[in-house]
């Protein structure tokens, strides 16, 4: 079996937000952060055949950078990626030391839906990098959703701000910390709960993520 590059990229992504993963056998690759409060999941071209788990996520893709589109092979104790004239012994990890996300789908109340296109996500995070912001927030009023990043404790402070919807009648405040939105640049339909979670599937139906609001959220 050979990792598409679409695959590759997933992997990487999934690096930045839990450095050990645990692939079960499929076509369906999941991860969540130490902490176990983000979650992603993505379905792949590939279909593995055995439960592999990787410790060391970026060593593992640090392997794939010098070896060129080896095939995969799955023995029992490791991998062995190999090509014509290579090959690599790449042992598992243990999978009982690796965060999985639960079996079970997480069920998340529509209470704010709109779509985020990938270039407003990036220059969100281009703001909020370069103006040195700490929060990425989703606010509601009269006039519209907005996708905003900002300082929430400092009120008359800077902030940059997009209109991303019409009003939905509530008003709502809600908090992410920016080094939990490593999404990979798509498009995608946002649902937020009013319970304090965010949830985003890209348009396409293969890639979705799962994100808590901070404490200081808040719903009407």
């Not at 930045?16 to 993963?21: A, D, L, M």
């Not at 794939?64 to 490791?78: G, K």
């Amino acid at each position: 079996m050979k990792l598409t590059s679409a695959t590759l990229l997933l992997l990487k992504n999934f690096s930045t937000i839990n450095p050990g993963i645990v692939i079960k056998p499929g076509s369906v690759i999941s991860t969540m952060d130490p902490n176990k409060t983000v979650l992603a999941k993505a379905r792949v071209k590939e279909t593995f055949e055995k439960e592999c788990a990787i410790s060391n996520l970026p060593r593992f893709l640090g392997v794939l950078s010098f070896i060129s589109a080896p095939d995969l092979e799955f023995e029992d104790e490791h991998l062995v990626l190999k090509t014509s004239v290579e090959s690599v012994k790449f042992r598992y990890g243990t999978p009982s030391l690796i965060a999985v996300p639960p079996n079970k789908g997480i069920t998340v109340t529509e209470d704010v839906k709109f779509r985020l296109l990938a270039s407003v996500f990036s220059n969100i995070m281009k703001a909020q990098g370069a103006m040195q912001l700490k929060e990425v927030a989703v606010t509601g009023n009269d006039e519209g959703v907005f996708l905003s990043t900002l300082d929430f404790k400092n009120k008359t402070g800077d902030s940059y701000s997009v209109r991303v919807a019409d009003s939905n009648g509530h008003n709502f405040t809600f908090l992410f910390n920016p080094s939990n939105l490593k999404f990979i640049s798509d498009d995608y339909d946002v649902v937020l709960s009013s319970k304090g979670l965010m949830y985003l599937k890209n348009l396409e139906g293969n890639l979705e993520y799962w994100v808590p609001a901070e404490k200081d959220s808040t719903f009407t």
